[in-house]
């Protein structure tokens, strides 16, 4: 198995709640480390750039506003296919469709404030880990 490194959102659905301790418990019992974090709050422009790749879709408006909501806690984490591994771990995109066990199904509220946001592939990774995180930030 490669080690990998992922890019990992906690929503401000969840730091409003005050979840993030038990969202780190989450991905650290599936063998994820957390290499790098930093709590911020997106601009309008930071939110619309990250989430460019959605820019047609009828949700980004919506979304947009809810990423610039409340803080977010950005992260990288690392560990064996780290990209798959926490896609696994954070569950389906809809709460209603996220298995036992998964942070969306316990943690999320809906498919818009679904708690955390992972990247979905090894590219994507490295360009949304590099959009949050100087390399002199990321202590493996
Ligand atoms: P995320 O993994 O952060 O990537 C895009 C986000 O858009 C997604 O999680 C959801 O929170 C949000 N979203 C809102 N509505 C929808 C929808 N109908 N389908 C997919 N994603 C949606």
Redesign the pocket.
């Known amino acids: 198995m490669t080690t990998e490194r992922t890019l990992s ?1 906690i ?1 401000p659905d969840a730091t409003r709640r005050n979840l993030t301790g038990k969202v780190n418990a989450h991905l650290e019992a599936a063998g994820l480390r957390i290499v790098a974090q930093k709590r911020l709050w997106l601009s309008r422009a930071q939110a619309e750039a990250f ?1 460019a790749v ?1 820019r047609d ?3 980004f408006n ?2 947009v506003k ?2 610039t909501s409340g803080p977010v806690v950005a992260q990288v984490l690392e560990g064996p296919n780290a990209v798959a591994k926490n896609r696994e771990v ?1 569950g389906a ?2 709460p209603a469709n996220a298995a036992p066990g998964t942070i969306r199904k316990d943690f999320a509220e ?5 708690s ?3 990247s ?1 592939s090894l590219d994507n990774a490295k360009d949304e880990i590099s959009f949050f995180f100087a390399r002199t930030e990321i202590v493996g």
């Open positions: 959102i929503k989430y959605h879709r009828p949700f919506d979304l809810f990423m954070m995109t809809n809906s498919i818009e404030a679904n955390v946001h992972g979905d």
